[in-house]
């Protein structure tokens, strides 16, 4: 039989990296999407092929551009034949004072966080349907516990949080749609002040930072073994929603 294939988004770096890695591992065929990263994700796919061989397949498109969505369904469908998994990692993050948003801060976050998911589970439903299938939505936090200053991303993620739940109902009972919720894994890119940080910290019960790893394990868990579990909201976040 051939091997299950997942289409992960934003998978060059960081969590989404990660999510690939740990895929890959369980036995999938990957279809590695990425925006600008090129040569990140060519990396990681030259380390996954010299796993396995004609394992990975990388796709490079601008999620806001609505054409580019089915197409990556398409192109991965046309590679492997199937599809499995769709797990939407890829997301957008920036603050979004009020007073200054604007609109087009407003279309980009939820492009990423909330539109792009929702219409690739729509391009890829009549295949994870054949295959029953799963999809994973990467969350957050911030969908249930406002963020200052980034309400737009917080919207955002809400929407992405009823996406799940709803999708959950539409596809049942062939596919399980489920998200993961992570709490303090990796600081942002363009860096965070350690006193932050540390308030940060100190309102985690479990008083540190997560890996990547531990989210992608809570992907494969969902994909794989949590065969009763749809609609809901897996928070790996050492307790953070607890500390307020």
């Not at 993961?180 to 308030?199: N, S």
């Not at 019960?205 to 897996?234: F, H």
Request: proline residues 6%; neutral net charge.
């Amino acid at each position: 039989m051939s091997a299950p294939v997942a289409l992960i988004t934003g998978s060059a770096k960081r969590i989404g990296a990660a999510i690939a890695r740990t895929l890959h591992a369980d036995g999938y065929d990957l279809a590695l999407h990425y925006r600008g990263s090129a040569d990140a994700v060519a990396a990681l796919a030259a380390e996954l092929e010299a796993a396995r061989p004609g394992s990975t397949l990388t796709l490079q498109a601008d999620l806001a551009e609505f054409d580019r969505l089915p197409e990556l369904v398409a192109h991965t469908v046309g590679r492997y034949g199937r599809l499995d998994a769709l797990v939407n990692n890829a997301s957008g993050f920036a603050p979004t004072p009020l007073g200054s948003a604007t609109p087009a801060q407003w279309d980009a976050l939820f492009a990423s966080n909330a539109r792009a998911p929702f219409f690739l589970a729509q391009a890829a439903a009549p295949h994870l349907k054949a295959a029953h299938g799963a999809i994973v939505n990467l969350v957050d936090i911030y969908a249930e516990q406002p963020l200052r200053e980034h309400t737009l991303y917080c919207m955002a993620k809400a929407a992405l949080v009823m996406a799940t739940r709803s999708l959950a109902l539409e596809l049942a009972p062939q596919v399980r749609v489920n998200a993961v919720a992570p709490g303090a894994i990796l600081w942002p890119e363009d860096g965070k002040d350690e006193a932050a940080q540390a308030a940060m910290l100190a309102r985690t019960p479990l008083g540190r930072t997560g890996t990547p790893e531990e989210i992608a394990e809570a992907v494969r868990w969902l994909l794989r073994e949590a065969r009763y579990t749809t609609g809901q909201v897996l928070r790996v976040d050492g307790g953070r929603l607890l500390g307020g």
